[in-house]
């Protein structure tokens, strides 16, 4: 009996110790980069097609046009690099708190009511005379159908509100107002700030339209009343008495007399709000027949309608007439309406002049 217990103890230590070498082999090969990680079952399934997709690369504007004040918007991006340069510089302008009082001002009803509006093609106009802006108004008369082509368009028709069918943005309501700021393709043209004063003064007070006496017979007299320094002086309005006018600040009172007349020669900021209003190009008079068509194109009418052909000398700079014009004023004087007029210099890249400097 007690051989028996002790066969059957052997038995048990023989099966138990063979448990554990069974155990060691298992853990021993395992695979060791799956050890530890919880083994999913096997699943097999169909095979399907994965179609690849590719992603584009993601493209920067060069480091240089980088937008340093607001982020560009989408339909920028597209846009040609010396339009894209614009707008950049207008916007690190309006940004600057040194320029703030004289890049900003108020949207107010004086600025709406310098804008058209072309509701059939989603346009908005902010004309600033004396750059050419003459030519824009007949363009939008057309697209609004009051006539069928520019050249049947009478000359008395473009500047009569109430007879070329250009309806201003002001004559709508506030929310119509916002919806078309807000949707529509905006522009305005700027000049060389000095040289359009000129072009403002040969107009409204040498060669005076028959249609327009009130500049040479009341804001003339009114200007050489409070402006003229040598009141010894018969002749009229000298280029020097209009400079003196315009580079004092506080020149306001004699402003509210003249009315509406005086949009001629205010300033690009005060007529069209360019840091308030986002607008989608700006023209140069200097760069016309390359600006023109680009919105015509841009606003989608270019199949439409033409920019009318002009004469390619008259919208470069004549800095020789610039200099002969403002050679007989003082520095002071001419310093004055600098600073007047320094925003719409900063804003739009014009060169302070030269014999500023000097």
Not at 74 to 91: A, G, S
Not at 135 to 153: G, Y
Not at 184 to 207: C, G, N, Q, T
Request: hydrophobic share 40%; proline share 6%.
């Amino acid at each position: 009996m007690h051989h028996q217990w002790l066969l059957l103890a052997a038995c048990f230590w023989v099966i138990f110790m063979f448990m554990v070498a069974s155990k060691f082999i298992t853990l021993t090969f395992k695979d060791p980069d799956v050890y530890g990680v919880k083994q999913e079952p096997l699943m097999l399934t169909a095979m399907t097609k994965v179609k690849k997709i590719h992603v584009p690369e993601q493209k920067c504007l060069p480091e240089q046009f980088q937008p340093t004040g607001n982020v560009f918007s989408e339909d920028l991006m597209h846009q040609p690099l010396v339009h894209v340069k614009r707008i950049k510089l207008l916007r690190n302008v309006c940004i600057d708190a040194a320029l703030r009082n004289l890049s900003h001002t108020t949207v107010s009803k004086f600025v709406l009511n310098q804008i058209f509006v072309c509701d059939k093609h989603k346009i908005l106009f902010c004309p600033t005379p004396k750059v050419g802006n003459t030519q824009w108004k007949k363009v939008l008369i057309v697209l609004n159908e009051a006539f069928s082509s520019i050249e049947e368009i009478p000359q008395n028709i473009v500047h009569d509100h109430e007879k070329n069918e250009l309806p201003r943005l002001s004559s709508f309501s506030d929310s119509e107002i916002q919806k078309r700021l807000n949707l529509y393709f905006k522009f305005f043209i700027v000049r060389d700030p000095f040289e359009r004063l000129i072009s403002a003064f040969k107009d409204k007070f040498v060669h005076n339209p028959q249609f327009e006496p009130w500049y040479r017979h009341e804001i003339a007299p009114g200007i050489i009343q409070k402006y003229r320094k040598n009141r010894t002086k018969t002749r009229g309005l000298q280029f020097e008495d209009f400079v003196c006018y315009l580079g004092n600040p506080n020149h306001q009172w004699l402003d509210v007399q003249f009315g509406d007349h005086i949009i001629h020669w205010v300033t690009y900021v005060e007529l069209c709000a360019p840091c308030e209003i986002t607008y989608s190009v700006i023209e140069h008079h200097e760069t016309l027949e390359d600006d023109a068509p680009y919105i015509l194109k841009e606003a989608g009418i270019d199949h439409l309608v033409s920019y009318p052909t002009i004469p390619p000398e008259i919208t470069v700079y004549n800095k020789t007439k610039v200099e002969r014009y403002y050679s007989g004023i003082s520095k002071r004087d001419i310093r004055r309406l600098y600073a007047c007029f320094e925003g719409d210099f900063k804003l739009f890249e014009y060169r302070e002049p030269d014999f500023l400097l000097n």
